[in-house]
């Protein structure tokens, strides 16, 4: 199982361009969620899905949105990018809401100029 | 605002020291996690405890959970230098419906050989 992926690894936009970052898993997992990790910060929630169809804003969801495509797949769309932005993006899995722990992509490391 | 506050913010051992972290929190929680975030990698879960438990093992892991002062301490005996990484603790907040973790900025720990 290669358990959460997520791609790319790195991306530069200039402010203004648009990008959508991929997330899927393969744990077959209910919930689905996005978070962004500055310094200094823990990770900030961005969007979660509890279940397949269903999608919701978490603390910071402005300038985002998202697609729950499917079971497997999650994405996190960027539609013009602000410096702001700039930030690792973590895509994570969780079998399903409660105590259940939650698994976690390699990030997306994101510079907008 | 952060759920979770962690101190120190980062602490540097000897290999075979003990390793010791703080989390403190604010709402009432369902349970509390931690994990671990090697440099450049995701978060890796550790150990959950719930809140009706006050101590939980887990091979060199022992968290403790005390609900009257809202805090929680992870501490990780006979440290390794494979254990040097960046430690978050996230809790389960009973006032979040939904039951999604917010995360504490984290502690770095550097173990040397």
């Known amino acids: 199982n290669a358990g959460v992926t997520q791609t790319p690894k790195f991306q530069v936009l200039k402010t203004g361009q648009s990008m959508t970052l991929q997330c899927a898993q393969d744990m077959n997992h209910n919930s689905m969620y996005w978070y962004r990790q500055d310094p200094g910060m823990g990770l900030r929630l961005i969007y979660y899905s509890a279940s397949e169809g269903t999608t919701d804003k978490g603390e910071v969801p402005n300038g985002y949105n998202v697609s729950r495509l499917n079971k497997r797949e999650f994405s996190l769309r960027l539609e013009s990018a602000a410096p702001s932005q700039t930030s690792v993006y973590f895509c994570?899995?969780?079998?399903?809401?409660?105590?259940?722990?939650?698994?976690f992509g390699p990030g997306t490391r994101l510079t907008v100029l | 605002s952060q759920q979770g506050e962690e101190d120190p913010q980062a602490s540097s051992i000897q290999e075979g020291e003990n390793a010791t972290m703080n989390c403190s929190y604010k709402?009432?929680?369902?349970?509390l996690q931690w994990y671990r975030q090697n440099s450049g990698r995701g978060l890796v879960h550790l150990i959950l405890i719930r809140s009706n438990e006050r101590e939980k093992h887990s091979g060199r892991l022992r968290v403790t959970l005390d609900t009257s002062k809202k805090s929680s301490s992870l501490l990780i005996t006979a440290s390794r230098a494979a254990d040097t990484a960046s430690y978050f603790c996230?809790?389960?907040?009973?006032?979040?419906?939904?039951?999604?973790?917010?995360f504490g900025a984290g502690t770095q720990v550097v173990v040397t050989p």
């Open positions: 994570a899995s969780q079998r399903g809401q409660g105590a259940n722990e939650q698994f």
């Open positions: 996230a809790t389960d907040s009973t006032t979040d419906s939904w039951g999604k973790l917010q």
């Open positions: 709402t009432s929680i369902n349970n």
